[in-house]
């Protein structure tokens, strides 16, 4: 599965974006999906998971905030990112896996799509 991002943007802190992520080349709807971010410096890291059945789960810092969803018939996944913060600052990238509990790891990953940089300013 081919996988790419996009929708990122410059904006002011409190404000939202969506993000998007098209994926081809696979039977989408088998895998769970997950929305990471790396902020410079930083490691990548898993911030939202999105299972086949629609189960979702975030990372503590993005819960309440963001919202992940997927739309299978379309190939997309999708990151609502609400009352952004300066330390949202990251390029975001999606992927796919068939375990999500497991996608955590980002050393499982063989690959990694085209990011989109977020960047909110205080």
């Known amino acids: 599965v081919q996988l790419q991002a996009s929708g990122g943007g410059l904006v002011q802190a409190g404000g939202s974006l969506t993000l998007s992520c098209a994926a081809s080349?696979?039977?989408?709807?088998?895998?769970?999906i997950g929305w990471y971010r790396q902020a410079p410096g930083k490691e990548r890291t898993l911030i939202a998971t999105?299972?086949?059945?629609?189960?979702?789960n975030y990372q503590a810092s993005v819960k309440d905030r963001f919202i992940i969803s997927r739309d299978d018939a379309k190939n997309a996944a999708y990151l609502q990112m609400n009352s952004l913060k300066p330390e949202d600052t990251a390029v975001y990238y999606c992927?796919?896996?068939?375990?999500?509990?497991?996608?955590?790891?980002?050393?499982?990953?063989?690959?990694w799509g085209q990011g989109t940089q977020v960047t909110v300013s205080s």
């Open positions: 992927n796919v896996g068939l375990d999500a509990e497991k996608m955590s790891d980002v050393d499982l990953f063989i690959a």
């Open positions: 080349g696979g039977i989408f709807s088998i895998y769970a």
């Open positions: 999105i299972k086949n059945d629609g189960e979702a």
